[in-house]
């Protein structure tokens, strides 16, 4: 076969690979008269094409029209040093930028990003090529410049674990799991994975946002109208009982107190909460300071147990995660610490890989870190030699575990918050109708 089918050749059918919006791989035919046709065919059903080629053929076609010469064309190799700039076939740069136009919030376009990269990287694409096509997308600039300084780490000979443990605005689990598909040569695997943790911590953060929608109009609503009562309202009031005299009641004179206190000096209450959180960061950037504020948090009252299934989650699950890549126990515990964000329960974990490192169990050196369930499942894990799928039960348990505090805490919120708003109100009322009640009086 030489060229490219025509439309005067008749109708031909093509079979395709392709990815769907959500990252997913999908193979088929379809029947189209030229290759552009085919294309636009499958975007339409909202596919991009990673490989085209006619049935029976040997070579996959491009829309440049070149000519099949017994070379396999994929979405990642091309024979013979083909152009790596992106064709109207669909190649995984249009892929790419079409995945990611779709999103708009900065996680949700690393989860996409990231799922991309997974899909390109099992497809053949290789890693400097698949970071070249993020880098590339049409999305946030903040991602084109962290995914294209990826890209030249990894150019220069850097791991790319190493390079993404400088970039900040990445999430704290994602150098470590890099790092562990390194050492287990399982790149592809691994990044898909990640995607589908940040596509699930993505679900969650929206579930929360739309359990706080409430709260927080409850809440805006709640403090301009207390501020509305002591700035506006009351001062007025004040005015009306200095001008009819008589005794007034003590709340009363608390109730003008704040008002005239709020009204004259509000500005320097707001400058004070600011230096106070200013001053606040700073002193934590002191590691030792840090730690202790990170111990102090973990006995806080549903905060603390957040953060420790929190941390239990990420942890079981980039130890399951390495563990299954065939990373040895003690780098896939390292690892793991990488992904926890308290410095008291990091530095605990570290004691742990040294009781291990001495041939302790680790259960036993996890006791006290994790929650006791996860304890328990890692210990039934270390004697039935399936330690990898308990920690992956383990982390699964302890995210679930998550999701529950965040909806007992979410419930809490709201009649909290209607009790403390319905008690300046009465406070308010209260302290208002006494002092009309003595003006009364005293006009007798």
């Not at 390194?182 to 953060?205: I, N, P």
Request: charged share 20%.
């Amino acid at each position: 076969m030489t060229g490219r089918p025509t439309a005067s050749a008749g109708t031909t059918r093509w079979r395709y690979q392709a990815v769907d919006a959500q990252g997913a791989m999908t193979r088929g035919e379809v029947d189209a008269a030229t290759v552009e046709a085919a294309v636009d065919l499958l975007r339409r059903r909202a596919l991009w094409v990673i490989e085209l080629e006619p049935t029976g053929a040997t070579a996959a076609l491009t829309a440049t029209g070149a000519t099949a010469t017994g070379a396999t064309a994929t979405g990642a190799t091309a024979a013979g040093g083909a152009s790596s700039t992106a064709s109207a076939v669909g190649t995984p740069a249009s892929l790419l930028d079409r995945l990611v136009r779709r999103t708009t919030d900065g996680n949700e376009s690393l989860a996409m990003l990231t799922r991309s990269v997974a899909t390109l990287l099992e497809a053949g694409v290789p890693l400097e090529r698949a970071l070249a096509f993020a880098a590339s997308g049409e999305t946030d600039p903040r991602w084109q410049r962290i995914f294209g300084g990826l890209r030249e780490a990894v150019t220069r000979g850097e791991s790319l674990s190493e390079a993404a443990a400088r970039v900040e605005e990445l999430p704290r689990a994602y150098a470590p799991l890099l790092a562990a598909a390194e050492a287990s040569g399982s790149m592809a695997d691994t990044v898909a994975r990640l995607a589908d943790d940040l596509e699930q911590e993505g679900r969650l953060r929206s579930r929360v946002r739309a359990a706080l929608v409430y709260p927080t109009l409850l809440a805006i609503a709640s403090t301009v109208g207390t501020l509305v009562i002591l700035v506006v309202v009351v001062p007025r009031f004040a005015d009306l009982i200095a001008g009819a005299g008589g005794t007034v009641p003590a709340s009363t004179r608390m109730l003008i107190g704040l008002s005239a206190l709020l009204s004259r000096f509000g500005w320097l209450l707001v400058a004070a909460f600011v230096v106070a959180g200013t001053a606040g960061r700073q002193s934590l950037q002191d590691a030792a300071r840090r730690r202790r504020w990170h111990a102090a948090r973990l006995h806080w009252p549903l905060v603390g147990r957040f953060e420790r299934e929190h941390a239990a989650a990420n942890y079981l699950g980039t130890l399951a995660m390495a563990l299954e890549s065939g990373v040895p126990l003690l780098r896939a515990m390292s690892l793991a610490r990488g992904t926890v964000g308290n410095d008291d329960l990091a530095e605990r974990l570290s004691r742990a890989e040294v009781i291990v490192r001495d041939g302790g169990s680790v259960a036993q050196a996890l006791a006290g870190s994790l929650t006791p369930l996860a304890t328990r499942l890692l210990e039934a894990g270390e004697q039935g030699g399936a330690l990898a799928p308990l920690a992956r039960r383990a982390a699964t348990t302890a995210s679930d575990q998550v999701q529950r505090v965040i909806t007992s805490a979410v419930a809490l919120i709201e009649p909290v918050m209607i009790l403390g708003f319905g008690g300046v109100v009465g406070f308010v009322a209260l302290a208002l109708l006494q002092a009309i009640y003595g003006i009364n009086a005293s006009s007798f």
